[in-house]
């Protein structure tokens, strides 16, 4: 839950940010010099990049929560069997004990989506960010019926 509040306020943040950036491209425009248009047009494309960026995040995020909560229905979610520090971070030997074993479920069914969303759980807990990243993409396109991407 909590997780949810920090992305949410986040991206209200984002979005107002944009507004406000937005109405300052508006502004150079509407002074109508050539240089401040070319500035207003220019300061006109972030918003536009950082909306759609964070638009495909939070598709991103909403599928793949569709995902674990259709795993988790299923009772295939994988189990925290991660050692820990003293501190509570997971311990590096541990989680590249479950990434081998995660691995080699996903090359033996490369097919399956659950084996991709369990592989980038696993990607995730050995602080593997991108990888985890395009693993759960590839569960998400798989679940949809859709080619992944390599």
Avoid: C
């Avoid at 995020?61 to 991660?82: F, I, M, S, T």
Wanted: hydrophobic share 50%; no cysteine.
């Amino acid at each position: 839950m909590r997780a949810k509040i920090t992305y949410l306020v986040t991206a209200a943040v984002l979005v107002f940010y944009f507004v406000l950036v937005g109405s300052r491209g508006v502004m150079l425009i509407q002074t109508g010099t050539l240089l401040t248009v070319a500035f207003g047009v220019a300061v006109l494309v972030l918003p536009v990049i950082g909306l759609w960026f964070l638009w495909k995040n939070t598709q991103f995020v909403r599928r793949a929560n569709q995902l674990a909560a259709e795993l988790e229905a299923e009772g295939g979610l994988p189990v925290d069997e991660l050692r820990r520090t003293p501190s509570g971070r997971v311990d590096r030997d541990s989680a590249d004990e479950v990434f081998a074993r995660r691995k080699a479920e996903t090359e033996a069914a490369p097919d399956d989506w659950r084996s991709w969303f369990r592989l980038a759980v696993a990607y995730h807990d050995a602080r593997d960010t991108p990888r985890a990243r395009k693993a759960m993409q590839r569960a998400i396109a798989l679940h949809d019926g859709r080619p992944a991407q390599v």
